[in-house]
């Protein structure tokens, strides 16, 4: 069963950057899309972006356009969320997930598996 564990979280200062690992168990994700989601307790969780298996296909939400981008070493084994410019609206757990693809509708039910979270606190 595919094991995602997420990790590069922590405090960090309104206009700080923080980068964000999802890393795999047993094949890695070399054949799966993922997606990265937020939740604040309390609220609804909130899509951020996603990367394809294929090279090249994005896609992001609104809330992540021009700050934030996902990207992929080579081996396909780790899949990277890179926050700049943060902000106190951008606390909140942070999950990657796994699936068979991207998709610019970014819905939750498309990833069959998901992480435990990391939290991203923004504050002075």
């Known amino acids: 069963q595919l094991q995602l564990v997420e990790s590069g979280g922590g405090l960090v200062e309104p206009g700080g950057s923080l980068r964000l690992t999802c890393a795999a168990s047993?094949?890695?994700?070399?054949?799966?899309?993922v997606g990265w989601f937020r939740q604040v307790p309390g609220r609804e969780r909130e899509a951020v972006g996603c990367?394809?298996?294929?090279?090249?296909?994005?896609a992001y939400a609104d809330l992540a356009k021009g700050r934030f981008t996902i990207s992929r070493d080579s081996a396909k084994t780790t899949v990277y969320l890179h926050m700049n410019n943060l902000k106190p609206e951008d606390t909140a757990v942070y999950y990657c997930?796994?699936?068979?693809?991207?998709?610019?509708?970014?819905?939750?039910?498309?990833?069959?598996?998901w992480g435990q979270g990391t939290q991203v606190t923004v504050s002075s």
């Open positions: 990367i394809s298996s294929d090279p090249g296909a994005y």
């Open positions: 047993g094949s890695g994700l070399a054949n799966l899309a």
């Open positions: 997930a796994a699936g068979y693809g991207c998709y610019s509708d970014l819905r939750a039910q498309d990833y069959r598996a």
